[in-house]
């Protein structure tokens, strides 16, 4: 076997073994969700149900309070999702278009701020947002999340427009189209791949989310899916651990799901810069 081979087969050996790592914690959690009360009390002596049941997905499901959680998640992650492409569009368009002095600069200073942790930002976050009275609104859950997503969205989208050739721009100008016009009509349009990927993306971090809706959200009606988990867990028993386990496995599975479905879509838009000419 040639050395090229043999570096497929350790690849793929390392990639199995990361597999097989993040999908144990979701394979038990499904072996939680799938029990009765009383099979709870096994603990890891039997991974696999002896009698499984869907009773605790019924239990959860058909609970209003739970469903309200769920669209509270789904809101505001998409809201967050669609403002933080809103805002990423101009200055990702700008930075693909334009040359100016410190661009580089620029996005490098886009990529420092995604890396930072949003637990730096809690407490000046916590009493500006106190300062101003905009605790316990949706809408200032949804600013954050779109000031939070739109570095991401900023470099997705930069790709997504260094694809599309500029002579089509060039030409629209010729036509006597304006410099907005050109993106409106002939730009976006054509990175519509790009924008789709950004948006599901930062979607799915703002599900994912619970430091940010944990400080600025004190109702309960008021929760995201991630929030009313966490303080359900505080407050769950042995005898409840199967719907805790069933709840979590629920708010997971949907951002798990979209992205399995829109991969291959979300993978061509980041290569589609790449591989431009």
């Known amino acids: 076997m040639s050395a090229a081979r043999w570096g497929d087969v350790a690849t793929y050996a390392v990639l199995g073994v990361l597999a097989l790592f993040f999908a144990l914690p979701l394979a038990w959690l499904a072996s939680l969700a799938l029990r009765t009360p009383a099979e709870v009390y096994l603990g890891a002596a039997r991974f696999i149900p002896a009698d499984p049941t869907l009773d605790n997905f019924r239990t959860i499901l058909s609970d209003p309070a739970f469903l309200i959680y769920l669209w509270n998640g789904l809101k505001l992650s998409a809201a967050g999702g669609a403002l933080a492409v809103a805002l990423a569009i101009p200055a990702a368009y700008a930075c693909s278009r334009f040359e100016f002095r410190g661009k580089t600069v620029v996005l490098l200073g886009l990529l420092a701020v995604q890396m930072i942790s949003p637990l730096v930002l809690l407490v000046p976050l916590y009493r500006w947002m106190s300062e101003l009275g905009l605790l316990n609104l949706d809408l200032s859950v949804i600013a954050v999340y779109g000031a939070v997503g739109m570095p991401l969205a900023v470099w997705l989208l930069k790709v997504a427009f260094d694809a599309i050739p500029k002579e089509l721009e060039e030409a629209a100008e010729i036509d006597g189209a304006s410099r907005l016009q050109t993106l409106a009509r002939i730009t976006l349009p054509l990175?519509?791949?790009?924008?789709?990927?950004?948006?599901?993306?930062?979607?799915?971090?703002?599900?994912?989310?619970?430091?940010?809706?944990?400080?600025?959200?004190?109702?309960?009606?008021?929760?995201?899916?991630?929030?009313?988990?966490?303080?359900?867990?505080?407050?769950?028993?042995?005898?409840?651990?199967?719907?805790?386990?069933?709840?979590?496995?629920?708010?997971?599975?949907?951002?798990?799901?979209?992205?399995?479905?829109?991969?291959?879509?979300?993978?061509?838009?980041?290569?589609?810069?790449?591989?431009?000419?």
């Open 191 to 277: 990175a519509r791949s790009g924008i789709a990927s950004a948006f599901i993306l930062a979607m799915v971090m703002n599900w994912s989310q619970f430091l940010i809706p944990f400080i600025l959200l004190e109702r309960d009606g008021d929760w995201p899916i991630s929030v009313a988990i966490f303080n359900f867990a505080g407050s769950v028993s042995a005898s409840t651990t199967q719907l805790l386990a069933a709840a979590c496995l629920v708010a997971v599975l949907p951002a798990v799901a979209v992205f399995v479905a829109l991969q291959r879509m979300i993978v061509s838009a980041l290569i589609s810069g790449a591989v431009k000419g």
